[in-house]
């Protein structure tokens, strides 16, 4: 999907690492950088699985790499396993979550919406480029 001069693709969020922010089911929208800061959650192809998608935190930058984890800890399979990411592997920042209807209740968390910082775990595409990694 291309808006203006920037890209976006959209993934749908299969895993538990990112809960409670994100959880299965969730779908966002991944605009298309390599620019991204401690703090930012990041879609990636996964470094040990190159045809699955991860969705993490950006936790530390180093050079030319970074170190993702997931917020959900004893769901997730980060950087504390597999080591710091190469920077190639990003495919971009999560800017937005839109909500399935089991999501949209009142009182359901809710992702901030200027540049979001939590992002799920699991990845798989979407239909339409919508897709969601663990």
């Known amino acids: ?18 809960v409670p922010e994100l959880a299965p089911g969730d779908r966002v929208v991944v605009r298309k950088t390599h620019q991204v800061a401690v703090g930012d959650v990041v879609a990636l192809r996964d470094p040990v699985e190159p045809d699955r998608y991860l969705v993490k935190r ?3 930058l180093e050079h030319r790499a970074l170190r993702v984890e997931g917020d959900n800890a004893g769901a997730s399979r980060d950087s504390r396993h597999f080591g710091p990411v190469p920077l190639s592997l990003v495919i971009g920042r999560v800017v937005g979550r839109y909500h399935t209807a089991r999501r949209s209740l009142p009182g359901s968390s809710r992702v901030p919406p200027s540049s979001v910082r939590e ?7 979407a239909p339409s480029s919508v897709r969601e990694a663990h």
């Open 58 to 60: 950006v936790v530390a």
């Open 1 to 18: 999907m291309v808006v203006g001069r920037c890209m976006y693709t959209r993934l749908q969020i299969e895993g538990l690492s990112m």
């Open 119 to 125: 992002a799920p775990s699991s990845v798989r595409e």
